[in-house]
C-alpha cells in the first residue's frame, strides 16, 4: 500500500502543527518524567555524543539531550512545529547543539550517524499512529552500529476489565436504532420514501461506532479482574517494520478477584530505557500507560467491550489469541481480535467468541 | 491551485459516506420540506423530464423527482453512499427511472443533456464546502439551453446580534492564556525549559481558534439587532465560479432595537426555487436559514464575533463592507473581513474596525 503523503499529512501530521497539541503532551506528567529522568540519570549516554531526535515537535527532548551535554544533536520534525521548536531551542541558549531540521525524517540527510536515538512516537495502545515505523527507518538509516535508542524497548499488555462503559455504550447503540426507526416512520409519513432498506446498513455502521471501536478511558486498577498478560515484546535496537505490521498472540490470565462481570479488555504499554547491552543506563527508567489511580497518562487505556458481558469467578482463566493489523484504508489505524473462552476452574469451557474491533 | 483529491476526499467527502451524516441532513424538516414542496407543487417541470441530481446522498432528491413524474433521473454521488441510493431506489421501486452514478460530477459522462439540475450543495453560510463549484460544472455540461436549476436562486445575509457568546468565547481566550502562564512556570521549574518564548505563538493560535473563527449557533430573532442586509446574489443559471471565488459588498444595516450592544454579526442564506424565466414555477419556494425560533435548521448561522463588543442605539447605523475569499490551504474553506463603522444618528463616526474571520 503507498501512502499519499498529502492525505498522511491531512489526516495525521495537522494536529501536531498545533502548540495546543504538543501542549497536552508536555504537561503529561508521566511522560515527561520518564524522559526527562532517562536522560539527566543517564548523562553517560549523552555526554559528548551525537542525537537524533525522531519527530521533535516542540523540541523538548532535543534540549533536554543538550542540556545532558550531547555534542549535537539533531532535531527532525515534519510540521511547521519546527519553527516554534528553533524558537525554543534559541531562547534556551542551545543553538550551538541542536540543530532543528524541518522535513520527515524519510525525507532528510544528516551529516553523520549518531550514538542516540531519542524520540517519542508511542501512540495509543503504542502502535497507533505507526510512527515507529519512522524512528526504524531513522535507526536503520542513521545510527551507528554501537547506537543506542531511547526507549530501547516497548511492551503491550491486555487484560479483563469490569467497567460501566460496557452498559453505557449498548444502551446508546439501542437509542440510537430506536431514533432510527422513528426517523423511517416519520420519512415514509412525512416524505413518501421508505428508508426501511437502509436498517441494517445503519445497524452496521452504528455497531462499528458504539460497540466494535474501542475507547480512550483512564482506569482505576481495580477495575482490572484478572492478572494482566503481555500480547508484544519489542526491543527498539532490533525490530523491523514487519515485526509490527501483524502481530498475533497467545494469552491467558487468570481472575485475580473474588467474582467480577467482564466488560471486556483493556489494552495498554510500557516502555523502558535501558541503554544498549554494552553501554547499559545507570538508572533503568520505566514510562507504564497502566491502569493508575495517581499517574494517569494522556494515552490512558484502550478498552475493548466484550458483548455481551460475563461473569467470572476467583480461579477462572481466560484463554486465547490476540491479533493486531493496520487498517486498508489508513496505515495509522488499527484492526484487533480477540478470540478467547472462558476456562472455569472446573475445567469446563464457556463463552468461546471472536471479536474485533476498530483503534480509530 | 490545484486540488489534490485523495485530500480532498479525506477532508471532505468522508463525513457524506455515513448514513449517520446523511441522517442528519433528512431530519432537518426545513431543508426537506423545502426541497419536497418546490418538487411537489411544480410537478410540471418534472413530468416527463430528465434530472440530474448532483451529489445525491442518500438519493432521496432524485427519488422526489421520479415520484414527481420525471422519465429518467440521473443521480451522482462520490462517496459509496452511492451503494445506499441504489438500495433505496429499488425499495421504492424506481429503479427503472432513477440511475445511480458513483464519482464525481466532474469525471462522470452522461449519456444526455437534461432538463432539470437539482442539487442540495448549500454548506455553512452557503458557500463553505465549494460544492457550488460541481453543481455549476454540471450545469456548464449537462444542462440543456433551455433548463432549469433547482434551486435557482440564492442569496446571503449578514445582520448585527446581541449574544451572550463574545463574552464566553473572551472568557475561554483568556482562562487557556492563564493556564499557559502555569504551564510555562511549571515547565520552567519542573523541567528547566523556559517557554516563555512561545507565548506570542500560543496567543496567536488561541485568538485564531477563540475569537477568529466563526461559530455555528441557532439564534433566537430577537437577538439579531439591526436590519439585515444581501451581500451576495446569485442566479444559479448563470453564476460562474469566478463570481464566488471572492465576494466583495459594501452593506450597511439600521439598528432596529432601542439599544443594544452589538457582539458581532451572523451570517445565513436562503435560497429559492423559481424554475426558469420561460417556465416559472408555479408555486415559489424559499428555503431560509435566517435567526428563527420555530424553524431551526441544521446550517444555523455563523457568528463573527466583534471584539470589543460596542453600544448602539435606535437609528444608529453599521456601514461598511464585507468580503469573502477562500482558504489558500483548503479551497473549501473560507476567510471573511469585515471593515465598517457606527455612523450614530447625530452623525458622528465611531468605532472604525476591520475583523478577519476563518469558516472551519
Ligand atoms: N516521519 C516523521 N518525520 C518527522 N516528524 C515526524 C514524523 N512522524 C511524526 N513526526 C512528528 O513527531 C512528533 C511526535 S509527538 C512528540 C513530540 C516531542 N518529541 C515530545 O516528546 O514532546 C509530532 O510533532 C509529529 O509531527
Ligand atoms: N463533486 C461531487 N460529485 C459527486 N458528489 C458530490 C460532489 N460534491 C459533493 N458530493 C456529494 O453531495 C452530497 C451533498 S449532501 C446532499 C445529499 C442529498 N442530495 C440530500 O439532499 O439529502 C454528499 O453526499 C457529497 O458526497
Request: glycine residues 6%; contains cysteine; hydrophobic residues 40%.
Given at each position: 500500500a503507498v501512502v499519499d503523503k498529502g492525505v498522511d499529512f491531512a489526516n495525521y501530521f495537522c494536529t501536531y502543527a498545533f502548540l495546543y497539541h504538543q501542549k497536552e503532551m508536555l504537561s503529561d506528567r508521566v511522560r515527561m518524567d520518564a524522559y526527562c529522568m532517562s536522560i539527566f540519570k543517564n548523562k553517560h549516554h549523552f555526554k559528548d555524543k551525537t542525537v537524533l531526535d525522531v519527530g521533535t515537535g516542540s523540541g523538548i527532548l532535543a534540549i533536554w539531550c543538550a542540556q545532558a551535554g550531547a555534542r549535537k544533536v539533531y532535531a527532525v520534525e515534519a510540521t511547521k512545529m519546527s519553527e516554534h521548536a528553533r524558537q525554543l531551542v534559541k531562547a534556551n541558549n542551545l543553538q550551538g547543539i541542536v540543530e532543528v531540521i524541518e522535513g520527515s525524517i524519510e525525507d532528510i540527510t544528516l551529516p553523520e550517524k549518531v550514538d542516540v536515538i531519542i524520540s517519542e512516537w508511542m501512540g495509543?495502545?503504542?502502535?497507533?499512529?505507526s510512527m515507529l515505523d519512522s524512528v526504524i527507518c531513522a535507526r536503520d538509516r542513521w545510527l551507528k552500529p554501537t547506537g543506542m535508542m531511547y526507549p530501547s524497548h516497548a511492551r503491550m499488555w491486555i487484560a479483563p476489565i469490569r467497567s460501566g462503559l460496557g452498559n453505557q455504550r449498548k444502551n446508546d447503540y439501542e437509542s440510537?436504532?430506536?431514533?432510527?426507526?422513528?426517523?423511517?416512520?416519520?420519512?415514509?409519513?412525512?416524505?413518501?420514501?421508505?428508508m426501511r432498506v437502509l436498517t441494517d446498513s445503519y445497524r452496521k455502521e452504528n455497531e462499528k461506532y458504539y460497540l466494535q471501536t474501542s475507547l480512550w478511558s483512564n482506569l482505576e486498577p481495580d477495575?482490572?479482574?484478572?492478572?494482566?498478560?503481555?500480547?508484544?515484546?519489542?526491543?527498539?535496537?532490533t525490530a523491523t517494520v514487519d515485526d509490527i505490521r501483524s502481530l498475533n498472540a497467545n494469552f491467558s490470565t487468570s481472575i485475580s478477584m473474588e467474582s467480577?462481570?467482564?466488560?471486556?479488555f483493556a489494552g495498554w504499554f510500557d516502555v523502558h530505557f535501558r541503554g544498549s547491552q554494552?553501554?547499559?543506563?545507570?538508572?533503568?527508567?520505566?514510562?507504564?500507560?497502566?491502569?493508575s489511580?495517581?499517574?494517569?497518562?494522556?494515552?490512558?487505556?484502550?478498552?475493548?467491550?466484550s458483548n455481551p458481558?460475563?461473569?467470572?469467578?476467583?480461579?477462572?482463566?481466560?484463554?486465547g489469541s490476540f491479533s493486531m493489523t493496520r487498517s486498508v484504508e489508513?496505515?495509522?489505524?488499527?484492526?484487533?481480535?480477540?478470540?478467547?473462552h472462558l476456562q472455569k476452574s472446573s475445567g469446563q469451557l464457556l463463552n468461546s467468541t471472536t471479536s474485533r474491533f476498530y483503534i480509530d
Open positions: 495509543y495502545f503504542l502502535l497507533r499512529e440510537s436504532m430506536i431514533e432510527w426507526d422513528n426517523f423511517v416512520d416519520d420519512t415514509h409519513h412525512h416524505y413518501g420514501v421508505n477495575q482490572v479482574v484478572g492478572i494482566p498478560a503481555i500480547v508484544m515484546e519489542l526491543d527498539c535496537l467480577a462481570i467482564v466488560a471486556g554494552s553501554n547499559p543506563a545507570q538508572h533503568e527508567i520505566e514510562l507504564s500507560t497502566a491502569p489511580r495517581n499517574n494517569p497518562t494522556h494515552w490512558g487505556q484502550q478498552v475493548f467491550l458481558s460475563f461473569i467470572v469467578k476467583g480461579g477462572d482463566k481466560i484463554t489508513n496505515h495509522r489505524l488499527l484492526n484487533v481480535e480477540f478470540s478467547y
